[in-house]
């Protein structure tokens, strides 16, 4: 199931509770998502029980929505100006509480608070779209990743694209 929204509709999770559903893609703006809005999203996921793979633009509150999900896929895209709001403990903790967790994705601007985040999960494969790496790579950014990567005891498959282009979308 694939939902964009521009604006964040009331009762729209209630209208998610308990499907059958294996895949979910939530992207777009939603505004006026708000603190109760959380707990409402938070409840309708842990509702979809054949939930496997969840594809996530940056929501608001989205880390809180997330925690203890029994997802195998998880695939996160957000710009770097919405990741300087998160703090990186609570993007830590919701990581590390995916249990299941075996496929990861995240596609964003390149940041040393990833690193940290991702840092002894237990997935099996990693992929990494960092954006505007040219301008932001730094060798102690490399070094954080290395590390990191290297705390992954259970990783597989790796695959990291830098695109060229700044205006990659």
Known sequence: MH?????????LWEALNGLNIKSLT?????DGFEVNNVESLSQT????????TLNISY?????????GLNIKSLALRWRMDR????????????????????????DMDISPILWEALSGLNIKSLTLTLRHWKERLQVNHVESLSQ??????????L???????????
Do not use: C, N
């Open 148 to 157: 990191t990567l290297s705390s992954l005891k259970q990783l597989e498959t």
């Open 3 to 11: 939902m964009e929204e521009k604006y964040y509709s009331p009762g």
């Open 45 to 52: 996921l842990l509702s979809l029980k054949q939930l496997e």
């Open 26 to 30: 939530l992207s777009g703006w939603m």
């Open 83 to 106: 990741l300087q709001v998160i703090r990186v403990e609570w993007l830590s903790q919701t990581l590390s509480s995916l249990k299941q967790l075996e496929t990861l994705s995240i």
């Open 59 to 67: 929501i608001p509150g989205l880390w809180e929505a997330l925690h």
């Open 159 to 169: 695959s990291i694209d830098l695109p060229e282009s700044p205006f990659y979308t």
